[in-house]
């Protein structure tokens, strides 16, 4: 069900690569649960043509609610530790060696999921010049929403938040040899 509700959102909206601030800029939250539930009720049958929702940016917010919400995130607990050593690597190939280790621990829908949604965010980051929406900006929307600390006290926590973000971005950049 993850992976089929992101590829049917992005899909059928990828029209909405150029726009200002895509993932950035929030949608009208009545309409972002509006969608969740339509998915959560009718699956792929959902209509979320541009018809339904002229906004994209409440397309956007439904597929980053949608992720958020997940009581596993995409990087689960298990594989979390390992994605924040990863980023920690200073030599490239010992980090991307550490990610591609990191990424053999995520359960396959997890896996198939995070590999399509990073090759999506890297079609947006290639019409940056249209939405302004770089790797590290798209780090800093998706760091939170698709990796959550596991239990872990509130100052770790929070620092962890800028190696979140690193996770995403080297993600995002590396998606065509790490996937």
Known sequence: MMYNL????????????????????????????????????????TDISVNAYEDINIIAGALKLYLRDLPVPIISYDAYPRFIEAAKFTDPEKKLEAFREAL???????????KFLMAHLKRVTQNEKF???NAEN????????LMRAPNLDAMTALNDIRYQRQVVEVLIKNEDTLF
Not at 22 to 30: E, N, P, T, V
Not at 138 to 145: E, K, N, Q, R, Y
């Open 6 to 45: 992101s590829e049917v959102i992005i899909k059928r909206r990828s029209t909405g690569l150029k726009s200002e601030g895509l993932y950035r800029i929030s949608g009208f939250s009545d309409s972002l649960e509006e969608v969740k539930m339509a998915f959560d009720k009718d699956g792929e049958k």
């Open 104 to 114: 053999a621990l995520l359960p396959p829908s997890h896996s198939e999921t995070l």
């Open 131 to 133: 939405n302004l929406m």
């Open 138 to 145: 798209l780090a800093i929307v998706f760091g939170p929403t």
